[in-house]
């Protein structure tokens, strides 16, 4: 009889704070067994110890909704602060200019990855939405995968579509689904680092034939669905080709459901507001675009404060040139007045874990109670920019907004110590997109 494998034990001991699930946090070590969060270190289990003095932990980030892609494409003239058609058409034309492939697609999602882990992403949801009629699309799927995979953190890869021939977008999102995951029932592989779905950018682009054949591919594998709605154009578009509003047509449509997750919700009405509350359909607040696009402030705490299961999401390099999520949720927090409904810090640091993770059927992410996944983040805030804070898990949010964590984990393997990544290097992935994208 064999003996049993050596369990792998990590302890993390000294930190001023671990925060539990966002809003709840306490003393003590933080022990993990095998990858997994666990009450206590079992007797006669060595472990290695973090030494955490000076710093808080939380949960990993969970980026609820990202456009990987668009990090090639970043700052380009002439696309800050214009309406979001004219965004749109200017987006368009730079994907056809660098001729969209399977290698920009894997070198822009490996440079975003970098960029998240290194500022405490542990998932990352990324709804590809340009898909090239002359590219394969497993390949592009493969690549974006790989990207990923090589610096560490977990992907949803999301087969989107933007105007795309609706049989050919839900073919393609098959195929993808066969060559990654085959034979899945949940979406999810079995170590849970990559996690499938689909979603039409919006009612403004695609028709109800691809909300129907996407819902159909989603139910057959047991995907998660996704979409955008009640952006500017969005609504508009609505309005003049169906004389309805987007949330209408989606719920006609069977996309207001447990299973859907609607990102930007900015002009929603409180009859919709609750609509989307009855449903039991998840929300992503992307304040690091909207806002400073100028298309929209969403009422994330009403949403919040209605049971809506909120996450938070960076969108795309194209409208929000980082893809740091903790700044984004110190954005939520100082426009959230604006709204009418101000939310904490422990609110939207809850929205950028758990409340991103449970909108992606995902509730083992996001937090740090026993049996979850040991995806978590390692803050030093032992600087001067944390002198004289009196709540240091508030601090986090309020006090650095350019805070990069010292250490990530991801199911208790270490992506990025002392804030340097781990499996890649952050020189040769920037060098390598600048050098596919010419600029």
């Given at each position: ?389 009196g709540d240091v898990v508030a601090g986090l949010l309020w006090t650095s907004p350019g805070r990069r964590p010292r ?33």
């Amino acid at each position: 009889m064999s003996e049993a494998a050596t369990p792998h034990a990590l302890v993390v001991r000294g930190a001023e704070a671990v925060v539990v699930d966002g809003a709840t946090s306490r003393t003590g070590d933080l022990v993990v067994i095998d990858g997994t969060v666990v009450d206590a270190l079992p007797a006669g289990v060595a472990a290695d110890i973090i030494d955490a003095a000076g710093c808080i932990v939380t949960p990993g980030l969970v980026n609820a909704h990202a456009h990987l892609l668009q990090t090639a494409f970043r700052t380009l003239p002439g696309t800050r602060g214009v309406p979001m058609r004219e965004w749109l058409q200017l987006m368009n034309a730079a994907y056809a200019a660098a001729a969209v492939d399977a290698e920009l697609a894997g070198l822009a999602a490996r440079a975003g990855a970098a960029e998240a882990a290194l500022y405490g992403v542990t998932t990352i949801a990324d709804h590809q939405l340009h898909w090239p009629k002359d590219a394969s699309s497993v390949a592009i799927a493969k690549a974006v995968v790989d990207g990923t995979a090589g610096v560490g953190i977990r992907l949803v890869h999301v087969r989107g579509s933007a105007a795309d021939d609706p049989e050919t977008a839900a073919a393609s999102a098959e195929d993808i689904v066969n060559a990654l995951l085959p034979g899945t029932s949940t979406g999810i592989s079995a170590d849970g680092t990559l996690q499938l779905g689909v979603g039409p950018a919006g009612v403004h682009s695609d028709s109800p034939e691809t909300f129907r054949l996407f819902g159909e591919v989603a139910a057959r594998y047991g995907l998660v669905r996704r979409t955008q709605a009640n952006e500017v154009v969005d609504v508009d578009i609505a309005r003049e080709r169906y004389g309805r509003r987007p949330l209408d047509l989606l719920e006609d449509w069977g996309w207001l459901a447990p299973d859907v997750t609607i990102a930007h919700l900015c002009a929603i009405t409180d009859d919709e507001l609750a609509r989307v509350a009855a449903s039991g359909a998840a929300a992503t607040h992307a304040p690091g675009c909207d806002v400073v696009m100028g298309w929209g402030v969403a009422p994330a705490g009403a949403l919040h404060n209605a049971g809506v299961r909120v996450g938070l999401g960076t969108s795309g390099g194209g409208s929000n040139d980082a893809g740091h999520l903790l700044a984004d949720a110190r954005l939520a927090m100082q426009v959230s007045p604006l709204s009418g409904h101000a939310l904490t810090a422990e609110d939207v640091l809850t929205m950028a874990t758990a409340g991103s993770a449970d909108g992606l059927g995902r509730p083992e992410l996001g937090r740090l109670t026993p049996g979850s996944a040991a995806d978590f983040c390692v803050w030093d805030v032992s600087g001067v920019a944390d002198a004289g804070v009196g709540d240091v898990v508030a601090g986090l949010l309020w006090t650095s907004p350019g805070r990069r964590p010292r250490d990530v984990y991801v199911a208790g393997r270490e992506v990025v110590a002392d804030g340097v990544l781990v499996q890649d290097s952050e020189r040769e992935i920037a060098a390598d997109l600048h050098r596919r994208v010419g600029r």
